[in-house]
């Protein structure tokens, strides 16, 4: 693939995000959208109603920049899993994260009734839950691939159990409403002082760029790994580390959304190929331009918002059909 063609590729999510400040169920003139972004480098150098101003600046502006992270973190971490496990399967939620950071969410939501908890539990407990996925695989004293998605397995279905008890003890009218609604995802909420999420993704994302020419040669195998010099489990387990950090960001703040660290990266296989040294920069470019163009649907589509997981799901599982029909399974090899 040409150089152009992947800058291309790169500009799409900026490119979405200049669109997508322009639509939205509040409405704001074109031109004052523009006249906002004016004042804001000429400080005040113009004349923007206050409401045009806080349409885009406090309600689109946050919500486009943590759905291009949101994006970016899943499908990295969808594309670094599916490397390091030899699986293309595979997605960012393979070791119970968005499970145990579903359980945290609702956990927040009955105790505290309010949404400042919400973000710190849903991370905590992801990253508690693939600890505990690592803690199960651990049994045998060493960590094989098969034994650390057989412990994501064990304790995504215990996070899920406790998530179905937390719904059946929930206050019916206030506390199950918010329950369900955060676990189909949404960005509704999303305000500055959230952005911290960001950084866990942030550095996630660094993470695995820094390491994707090992992923390259973990996707091998660990005996091939090991003949060329790298230290397969320290390795492994800092590519994990990168894609939890960057999964449990993503789940925080926007919810359980599906299907991002599944599709994303084998679109990005067919553009790239199998060398993660482009793979990963594109499937963050084409991961944040997806999850920008699902959060601007969900918001404009009708009158009241649809929830991310609902959209991600309807999208990508008939896409992923068309993907395994193009290219007959042979993208991954």
Known sequence: MKTRHLILIGIIPFLL?????????YHAHPKEVLLTFTQLFTQGGTNVGIQSATVVLQLRLPRIIAAAFVGAGLAVSGA????????????????GVSSGAGFGAALAIILFQASWATYPFAFVFGLIAVAASYWVARIYKTVPTIMLVLGGTIISSIFNALVSLLKFVADTDRQLPAIVYWLMGSLSSVAYKDFWALIPIGMGILILIGFSWKVNVLSMGDKEAQTMGVD??????????GATLATAGAVCMAGVVGW???VIPHIGRMVAGNDNRKLIPLSISLGAAFMILIDTLSRTIIESEIPLG?????VGAPFFIYLIKKTKGGGWR
């Open 310 to 314: 609902i959209l991600t799901s309807l």
């Open 260 to 262: 991002v660290g599944l």
């Open 80 to 95: 670094a899993f599916q490397g390091v496990f030899h699986n293309p399967l595979v997605n960012s939620g393979l070791l």
């Open 17 to 25: 995000s200049v669109v997508s400040l322009f639509l939205g169920r």
């Open 232 to 241: 397969v489990i320290q390795t492994k387990a800092i590519i994990i580390v």
